[in-house]
């Protein structure tokens, strides 16, 4: 069982900077592929990025292309989003996700292939 923890949302004006962490417990990150989903109001759950269990290859979405930035530090079992030039359309929830992999090669952009999901955290970009 993976226990995931989202931190680093709030309140932030147009064209500022987050930086959202997911922390996990109960298991090491290393052998999990990870991603970031985000539900804004009214809308469908969609996938923001995602990265590989080793973190050599990453996926993001094209609306935050060249914006928003997916790591992770499996020493410190934490996942990272860094989300830059925040836009009032990026406004959500954001969610953290684990799926177990045997192997390190594979990222999954949709949210029936993860497991385990954190509470999400909030944010909010101000026009």
């Known amino acids: 069982q993976v226990q995931l923890v989202e931190s680093g949302g709030g309140l932030v004006q147009t064209g500022g900077s987050l930086n959202l962490s997911c922390s996990a417990s109960?298991?090491?990150?290393?052998?999990?592929?990870m991603g970031w989903f985000r539900r804004a109001p009214g809308k469908e759950r969609e996938s923001v990025a995602a990265?590989?269990?080793?973190?050599?290859?990453?996926y993001h979405a094209d609306s935050v292309k060249g914006r928003f930035t997916i790591s992770r530090d499996n020493a410190k079992n934490t996942v990272y989003l860094q989300m830059n030039s925040l836009k009032p359309e990026d406004t959500a929830v954001y969610y953290c996700?684990?799926?177990?992999?045997?192997?390190?090669?594979?990222?999954?952009?949709?949210?029936?292939?993860?497991?385990?999901w954190g509470q999400g955290t909030q944010v909010t970009v101000s026009s």
């Open positions: 996700a684990a799926r177990y992999v045997n192997s390190g090669s594979s990222y999954y952009t949709k949210s029936q292939f993860y497991d385990y």
């Open positions: 109960g298991r090491t990150l290393s052998s999990y592929a």
């Open positions: 990265i590989t269990s080793s973190g050599r290859s990453t």
